[in-house]
């Protein structure tokens, strides 16, 4: 056994990124800090890229995430990735979660204990992937991340600047399936947040070819 001559406690030995990375995602799967601890399949931490500079948070896991353990991959999650696709928002470039990362029972809203519940692992998980331009999707994710009650109809496509991150708030896909005449409106947002991503020297400018790449006209 070593001794240390000083009598202090040594210092903590500093942590990989991989191993805090790590630690926060075993901390997630044990979490009992509320009661959808008890009735989740599994906590739905995130999809993506494990650093980026854009996040973008929803409200909670549904029936198809609970199962497969991974945030927005039913329906509202398959509209959601056709629209950032097509604005060259590929998965290395973003990072996807939500509010709270346990199913609510029967897809309800999560409760206010819930998300304050969660909040730990969401300033965690922010210290780690380290955004600068956030995405808040729809009024849950919108009223539990910046504590306002405003309709997310009023909020939405104006950006919001806070503590050196930008928050572009939005409608939530699963609005959009259900109000498909809405659906420019959330294109239009997922638009400008590419638009600032470039801005900020985050990604490269899309190339505009206005021509034929095959020559045929
Ligand atoms: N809706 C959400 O808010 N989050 C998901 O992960 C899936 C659907």
Redesign the pocket.
Known sequence: MSVNPTGEQPAAAPQSFAAAFLQFEQDCQSCRNCPLGETRRQA?VWRGARQARLMLI?????AE?DQRGL????A??RLLDLLLTANGLLPDTFHIC?IVKCRPPGNRVPTPEEAKACKPLLARQFLLVRPKVIVL??AT?YKYFTGNNDAISKVRGKWIERRGSLIMPTF?P?YILRNNNERIRLWEDITQVRCKMEELGYLSPLVYQPEMPSGRS
Do not use: D, K, R
Not at 58 to 62: A, D, I, L, Q, S
Not at 71 to 74: D, Q, S, Y
């Open positions: 739905v929803g409200e909670g896991p549904g995430e945030p927005f991959v039913g509202a999650g939500n999707l729809g994710a939530h699963a």
